[in-house]
């Protein structure tokens, strides 16, 4: 039976686009996953998921702790290219279980050819991954999930929110570009974007 837009939800989404990357991604490039020992959520991980810095956005667990991997994707990815790239590396943990691999040369290896860039432990999809990512999104439909905005709002002294992009613009003051947004705005609009196209993140107060 076909599975509609409205009988879909985070967790199904999540592992069918698992089975899609596998098909389309992984066995193609020689790294074909075991998906029946892997179990994918959308949920916090369990540190560095609230961090202003080094914010850690998915986590795969060892399956020696109940027999699988399970992945955990942060809830404040929404759109596909972002979600679809860190549940990518994800899945190459997954694929290096129990190998205490980590992201040296045994992960690096299967990164490169799946299409991830950049630092291995913060990697990014390069265009290649992002456009197959679209694809996909064809034929499954939107990631039936909303960006969940965490905000420490027992520290927060005022209602205008201090947001912040996370790149670094040298030509400003502190090289950073800021914004102010309420947070009833935030939660109905959500996060707005950087003149540079990167999405504003609000700075947690410690």
């Given at each position: 039976?076909?599975?509609?837009?409205?009988?879909?939800?985070?967790?199904?989404?999540?592992?069918?686009?698992?089975?899609?990357?596998?098909?389309?991604?992984?066995?193609?490039?020689?790294?074909?996953?075991?998906?029946?020992?892997?179990?994918?959520?959308?949920?916090?991980?369990?540190?560095?998921?609230?961090?202003?810095?080094?914010?850690?956005?998915?986590?795969?667990?060892?399956?020696s702790l109940n027999g699988f991997n399970e992945i955990?994707?942060?809830?404040?990815?929404?759109?596909?290219?972002?979600?679809?790239?860190?549940?990518?590396?994800?899945?190459?943990?997954?694929?290096?279980?129990?190998?205490?691999?980590?992201?040296?040369?045994?992960?690096?290896?299967?990164?490169?050819?799946?299409?991830?860039?950049?630092?291995?432990?913060?990697?990014?999809?390069?265009?290649?991954?992002?456009?197959?990512?679209?694809?996909?999104?064809?034929?499954?439909?939107?990631?039936?999930?909303?960006?969940?905005?965490?905000?420490?709002?027992?520290?927060?002294?005022?209602?205008?929110?201090?947001?912040?992009?996370?790149?670094?613009?040298?030509?400003?003051?502190?090289?950073?570009?800021?914004?102010?947004?309420?947070?009833?705005?935030?939660?109905?609009?959500?996060?707005?974007?950087?003149?540079?196209?990167?999405?504003?993140?609000?700075?947690?107060?410690?």
């Open positions: 039976m076909e599975t509609t837009q409205e009988q879909m939800n985070r967790e199904k989404y999540l592992n069918l686009l698992a089975v899609e990357l596998n098909n389309r991604l992984f066995k193609q490039a020689g790294f074909e996953l075991n998906l029946a020992k892997v179990k994918i959520s959308c949920g916090f991980p369990s540190r560095g998921a609230t961090a202003t810095k080094n914010k850690t956005i998915g986590q795969c667990w060892d399956s955990f994707i942060h809830p404040e990815l929404e759109e596909i290219t972002k979600m679809g790239g860190v549940l990518v590396h994800e899945l190459i943990h997954a694929k290096l279980d129990g190998q205490n691999a980590g992201h040296k040369k045994p992960f690096r290896d299967i990164a490169v050819k799946v299409g991830l860039t950049g630092k291995m432990t913060a990697t990014n999809p390069n265009e290649e991954l992002k456009k197959l990512l679209l694809e996909i999104e064809k034929d499954l439909g939107k990631y039936p999930h909303k960006e969940l905005i965490y905000i420490n709002q027992k520290k927060q002294g005022t209602r205008m929110l201090k947001l912040i992009c996370p790149e670094l613009h040298p030509d400003l003051k502190k090289g950073q570009y800021i914004l102010r947004g309420s947070l009833t705005t935030i939660q109905d609009l959500g996060l707005p974007s950087c003149a540079c196209g990167q999405k504003m993140e609000v700075e947690q107060l410690t």
